[in-house]
């Protein structure tokens, strides 16, 4: 799920406080004169079915006698990459070189102003965990996690070993030009239904944590036929999952236009008309930043809009609220 931080434009380990290092690991970008697209894109699919792993043999190690351990990040996390049974793993540690006044400074604000879950390290592991079996259970891939495997030198609690994917991140495989669009726009059309099967099923439990709360096309990896999702650290608390669902879109379609240009979120917000199969569940993103049901959210987000500069930008959540009304809109007249 990660290599190294020192190359952005391959899929690598955030340390960033607001993105968070993701859960497994994911190798380096293809080279130059490797296919990104092993397997092709007509591979890849739906996992509907729940993702059933079977538990391996426990197993106690220490990370101090693992002299081919690579450090890979570690700042709000610290992840290792060690050789592991016929392969790798990553050991995610959630403690970090963090000032722990930090941890609850932020967990103050998760629980108190945002709806979200803490930022303590061992409610982040814990988190993290449930997290993956919800989404596994409910047949959205993510990375198998090793929680049979035991460390004598690290906190307890505080880890988790999970499988090293050596897969491509959304954010490297869109921008690739060496991939035909024909390619990647036929794995965009792939994916889009499988991202509204995951909201309504969402919304239809009421199950918050099936909303990707850190979602955005950093978060999603195409690995041998499969899309997998990763870093779920933090969870939102509200019961009102339409609302969370709408929160997600707008990340991701912002996250399209600022990572991707404007050709390619034409492109992409035109398939997102065009595929995702809700067109109401989809104007939660409008509702969510423009006409959001809470009345007093509603005023401070107009205030918000209208104050701050920053939102003035083009990818702004409100502007790209905007923009999708007007694509559904003149959808609904075209069809």
Known sequence: ??????????????????????????????????????????????????????????????????????????????LYKIPFRDGSAVLKIYFGNRNPLLHWKKSFGNLVLTGRTGHLPRTRCREEVENVRVWEANGF???????????????????????????????????????????RMHIWKTWLPIWHRRHKIAVEKREPRLVHENGDMKHVMLWKGQFVN????????????????????????????????????????????????????LMEAYIHAIENRNPVMR????????????????????NVALDLKRRLDEAAVNA
């Open 141 to 183: 891939p993510c990375f198998r996690m090793y929680p049979e495997v035991t460390f004598s030198d690290v906190p307890e609690g505080g880890y988790m070993l999970f499988e090293y994917v050596p897969g491509i991140h959304f954010r490297t495989f869109f921008r690739d030009e060496s991939v035909p669009l024909e390619d």
């Open 1 to 78: 799920m990660t290599a190294s931080p020192t190359a952005p434009d391959q899929p690598a380990a955030p340390v960033a406080d607001d993105a968070r290092p993701a859960t497994g690991a994911a190798g380096a970008a293809p080279s130059p004169t490797e296919s990104p697209m092993d397997p092709p894109a007509s591979a890849y699919g739906d996992t509907t079915g729940p993702i059933v792993r079977e538990p391996g043999s426990p197993e106690t190690l220490r990370l101090a006698d693992i002299p081919e351990k690579e450090h890979l990040a570690g700042h709000g996390n610290w």
């Open 299 to 318: 005023f401070f987000r107009r205030l918000d809009r209208t104050f701050r500069s920053a939102n003035k930008k083009q990818y702004s959540k409100y």
């Open 230 to 281: 990763f870093d779920f650290e933090i969870t939102f608390r509200s019961k009102d999952v339409r609302d969370l669902v709408g929160r997600e879109m707008l990340a991701y379609m912002r996250s399209i236009g600022k990572a991707f240009g404007d050709e390619m979120y034409d492109r992409m917000m035109d398939g997102i008309i065009a595929w995702y199969p809700d067109k109401s569940l």
